[in-house]
């Protein structure tokens, strides 16, 4: 069923007011809702009616019910007021995070193989978000000049409210070109026991290891140039093709996104949050 209206001047707030009398049944309570008179309801009642040439209204026990013409014409008018109110708040958003820096501590490995090559998608995805990434070690906490922290373990800080976002498989690599060497590249230990040191210490007699490395990245790097062997992130290492895969999975790493508790919600930070989760999909850092 299609409504034509008359040539005459018809304005939102006349749509409005229909909505607020169906919504509540009666003028009277429409007025006080809008702080309006209720002359004020039935002329803008009366012109909607006229303009469409339908009867939108009828009593019944005391309270106005749409006819059957206006029960049509009430729901979809509701559908475009949905429309409109969910417009106004992607609108309230927008300008909420237009021009807003948010930062974001993370791990060099995260920054350079997830973050970073995600970064073309961010002005397209949340116009006027800006991110800067500042790189953390894997142990460090959530540092004050930073907004969120992308981490490969969980902290215990009870001052931070933390999500579990993705898990980051390990599997052993040996270079292609000496796939049976034995020389093993280390690990140096930090503040808190990492699964590469805790499962290099248990499986890797302290004689084969060669050489240990601060960051992942370093020992990737030392496996392709054909120092020896390591536990590898799987996402990164498949795209290597100096590295060979010599075993099964054998520890993840559980990546969170940690927030100060004292933190509140605002849109620059929740499309911040929702641009990271789009940047661990896109990476396949889950997948083994």
Not at 29 to 48: E, F, H, P
Not at 84 to 112: G, K, Q, S, W, Y
């Amino acid at each position: 069923m299609g409504f034509m209206f008359q040539r005459m001047k018809v304005r939102w707030d006349d749509f409005e007011t229909v909505l607020e009398v169906w919504r509540t049944g009666t003028q009277e309570r429409a007025a006080a809702v809008l702080g309006l008179d209720q002359a004020t309801i039935s002329r803008r009642i009366a012109r909607l009616e006229q303009a469409a040439d339908i009867k939108l209204f009828m009593r019944r026990g005391g309270r106005l019910v749409p006819t059957p013409a206006g029960e049509v014409f009430v729901s979809r008018l509701a559908q475009v007021d949905e429309a409109v109110a969910a417009a106004r708040v992607a609108l309230a958003a927008a300008n909420a995070i237009a021009e807003t820096t948010v930062r974001i501590a993370a791990t060099p490995l995260l920054i350079d193989h997830v973050l970073a090559p995600a970064l073309g998608a961010l002005p397209r995805r949340y116009p006027g978000l800006k991110v800067d990434l500042a790189p953390r070690s894997a142990g460090a906490l959530l540092a004050v000049d930073c907004d969120l922290a992308v981490r490969e373990s969980r902290p215990e800080d009870d001052g931070l409210v933390l999500r579990r976002a993705a898990v980051m498989p390990f599997r052993v690599y040996a270079p292609a070109a000496r796939p049976d060497c034995e020389e093993w590249i280390g690990m140096l230990p930090r503040d808190e026991a990492t699964p590469q040191v805790r499962w290099i210490t248990e499986n890797v007699p302290r004689a084969k290891v060669t050489a240990r490395v601060a960051e992942w990245s370093t020992a990737l790097v030392a496996v392709t140039k054909g120092v020896g062997r390591a536990p590898l992130p799987v996402f990164v290492a498949r795209r290597e093709p100096a590295v060979l895969p010599v075993s099964d999975v054998v520890f993840s790493h559980q990546i969170w996104i940690a927030l100060p508790a004292e933190t509140p919600p605002s849109p620059p930070i929740t499309a911040a949050q929702r641009w990271v989760d789009e940047a661990l999909s896109a990476a396949h850092l889950s997948e083994a």
